[in-house]
């Protein structure tokens, strides 16, 4: 979550940037549509797209984060068996489903044996 504050605040510095410098190169009294100009742009255009690609990566990474703590939370309630063998079996399907890390699913299991 904190990455995700700090890209977003990047990003608000970065368009306004953006903006100032479009602005004052389109209001330039002596402003012609030299290629150093264009160039100019361009290139602010493009670092903003590499960072809008980069930004856009987080936020996945993050959502698919909290969708599999999300995912995981459930299972944990789901996971209420009395016998031993009946969680460990559980904690299993959901290591083999991906909805847990084999080191999530080691640390649960020996939580489990240890009671």
Same mark, same amino acid.
């Given at each position: 979550m904190k990455t995700l504050k700090v890209m977003s605040i990047i990003g608000i510095v970065w368009m306004g940037l953006c903006f100032i410098v479009i602005s004052?190169?389109?209001?330039? $009294?002596?402003?012609?549509?030299?290629? /150093? =100009?264009?160039?100019?742009?361009?290139?602010w255009g493009y670092f903003g797209l590499l960072y809008l690609l980069a930004f $856009?990566?987080?936020?996945?990474i993050h /959502? =698919?984060?909290q969708s599999k703590l999300a995912n995981l939370k459930e299972s944990k309630i789901k996971l209420q068996p009395s016998n031993t063998s009946e969680k460990l079996i559980q904690l299993d399907e959901l290591r083999q489903k991906g909805i847990l890390s084999?080191?999530?699913f080691q640390a649960m299991k020996i939580d489990i044996l240890r009671k």
């Open positions: 004052t190169v389109q209001n330039d $009294s002596y402003y012609d549509a030299s290629k /150093a =100009n264009i160039d100019t742009l361009a290139g $856009s990566i987080v936020a996945l /959502a =698919n984060k084999e080191d999530e």
